[in-house]
């Protein structure tokens, strides 16, 4: 069937960004999901230089044992969504999921644990990042593969619907862009994220994690370091590694107090999904930046 020149322009647009296309016949909605995923999978790994430490620090050892452990999740996830059922619970599905991701890294994390005694001394790149014995594969690692595989299935789901595709695809999207789903998405945590809420407006957000996280987590990694500056109590630092851990390095805990607090006091407009908030908060950082 010839397309016309606006499906033409939306098949294109998918192809030359997600290597997916969905004009007849040419992809079945599992070669998707798993473009999809891997394309998530790369904007995951792609903070903290997770692949580029593996090839400097370890050759291809760890970088296959890596690529294991992905393949592995990467069914899992594949599996999870094409079975995602929207009576379930969301958050419960969402919990499961990212401990499952954990856990197909499990193996390799603790490789990396055990090699990294004979880097450190002579490497200070893989000292500094490997600090506190804390893993290359992170939780949130796993939450921005698992948040992002998500959007980028809404996101595909939506140009679907807006251009009245008829694909198998779309019986799977049509769950998380449905009513009662996609107001309990997760938004994607990133750098670019976190500079979005890092202001005055959200201050409170940041002293109530400051506060609870002198109780729940470790003095040697906290999720927020430092909101003020020394010499002035009243003013914000500006946004960096300095004042929040890297995502890449969250643990299950820090995402959970982030999630906690940023639900507490980011109210999302009643007319928005949280990722039609996030896709706005994003851009405008990512514009900014051009500047």
Not at 59 to 84: C, H, P, Q, R, V
Not at 137 to 157: D, E, H, L, P, R
Request: proline share 2%; charged share 35%; with cysteine.
């Amino acid at each position: 069937m010839k397309m016309d020149k606006y499906m033409s322009c939306v098949d294109f647009l998918l192809y030359s960004t997600f290597r997916i296309s969905i004009r007849e016949g040419a992809m079945s909605e599992d070669e998707i999901i798993d473009k999809l995923i891997e394309s998530a999978y790369q904007d995951a790994t792609r903070q903290g230089a997770f692949y580029a430490l593996i090839k400097k620090e370890y050759g291809n050892n760890l970088k296959e044992k890596a690529n294991e452990a992905k393949d592995k999740a990467k069914k899992e996830l594949e599996n999870k969504i094409s079975k995602f059922n929207t009576c379930d619970e969301f958050n419960n599905w969402y919990n499961d999921l990212c401990e499952e991701i954990m856990g197909k890294f499990k193996k390799f994390n603790e490789e990396f644990r055990d090699s990294k005694k004979k880097f450190e001394e002579c490497n200070k790149e893989f000292k500094e990042i490997s600090e506190n014995n804390e893993p290359l594969f992170s939780y949130g690692n796993a939450q921005k593969w698992v948040n992002m595989t998500i959007k980028n299935i809404y996101v595909v789901g939506a140009l679907c619907e807006i251009m009245n595709i008829q694909h198998r695809f779309c019986e799977i999207s049509k769950k998380f862009i449905s009513k009662d789903i996609e107001k309990q998405l997760h938004i994607p945590i990133d750098n670019y994220i976190l500079e979005s809420i890092w202001n005055e407006e959200n201050k409170k957000m940041w002293e109530e994690i400051e506060e609870e996280q002198k109780e729940t987590q470790s003095d040697k990694s906290p999720l927020l370091k430092e909101i003020h500056y020394k010499n002035n109590k009243n003013k914000m630092k500006k946004y960096g590694t300095d004042v929040v851990k890297p995502w890449s390095k969250w643990t299950k805990e820090d995402y959970t107090l982030f999630k906690k607090k940023f639900d507490e006091n980011i109210k999302i407009p009643e007319n928005q999904s949280p990722l039609e908030w996030e896709n706005e908060h994003w851009i405008n950082i990512a514009l900014q930046k051009r500047k």
